[in-house]
């Protein structure tokens, strides 16, 4: 269920709305300047159902999202999907060409492989050693599925299974995005989890802020800030979910390149881009290209990137585009 709060603003004629609600396994905000007429059931209602939407078609956790039904059919099968769908799987697989498979929907088996898919649990080969000796890189997924966004379909060509855990959650603050454009509302910052996308600024002419999360898994502390304005901000990093095998520590995000998941020292990357499933798919592209493979690619597509690297008991920064100059904070 969706909460929505309503503030006055001094001197000025838009009020301060704030919604909430759960999806997605975390929870959904919107914050927005509008009319205090505003229809506030109606217009939480939509944004409840944009992320409900997605979260519907594209997760894993729920064996009747178009998602899972992609993945139990049969090869050279087309299945029909929500145009949601078909739009973000053709992104995802241009996106994953485009960096040479760092990034890769077609991990869903690697992923469940190491105990962070729907199950939970481990396969037994992987319970009693982190030795991956026998692991071998995954197949690009653009080779394994073909998407027609016309006809609003996929099939897949080759054994696959999916994981958008890389995209979803950008593309569901798209959709929030979408709800408030639609109700020209020119205000705003919405956001699931890390995953934050802005417009406009603030009616006294700030721009809105976003604090930067120091990758630290046991409390959250801000490293820095950024205003952000038409435009959206995404996070990935080894330091939100990862398990201790054996005693040593196992992130979540795997590395397609190897079929294991990733080790490297760098602790997050946050990228900027105009929409937030670009900006959520480039940010664990890079995490997985690490420090100089990854700004080398996001110098050569112009992309503003922030890389956390781990020196020691240390962190150190390298950005790109914005980022470049950035400063470590005390």
Known sequence: MSKMS?????????????????????RYTAAFHAS?????KELA???AAAVGAVDEQMSNWKESSDLSRLNRAEL??????????????ARALEIGSDTHNAFNIGVGDLVGMWGFGPSGERRAHCSGSVDTSQASPC?????????????????KRGPVALDLCGIAKGFGVDELARVLNEHEIDSWLVGIDGEMRARGSKPDGSLWAIALEAPDDERHSAMGVIELSNAAIATSGDYRHWADIDGAR???????????PLCSSVASVTVIAPTCADADAYATALLVLGVQA??????????????VVRDGDALRMIGTGCFANVQPTD
């Open 6 to 26: 309503i503030e006055a603003l001094p001197d000025t004629q838009l009020k301060l709305w704030r919604v909430s609600g759960a999806t997605m396994g975390t």
């Open 36 to 40: 205090p007429k505003t229809d506030e």
């Open 45 to 47: 209602a939509r944004l």
């Open 76 to 89: 050279d099968c087309w299945v029909p999907v929500s145009r949601s769908l078909a739009v973000l799987l």
């Open 139 to 155: 197949s690009s997924a653009s080779d394994l599925i073909d998407v027609d966004v016309q006809q609003c379909r996929a099939r």
């Open 250 to 260: 196992v992130s979540h995000t795997m590395d397609p390149r190897t079929g294991r």
């Open 294 to 307: 990854g700004r080398d690619y996001a110098q050569r597509r112009r992309l503003d990137a922030l890389f």
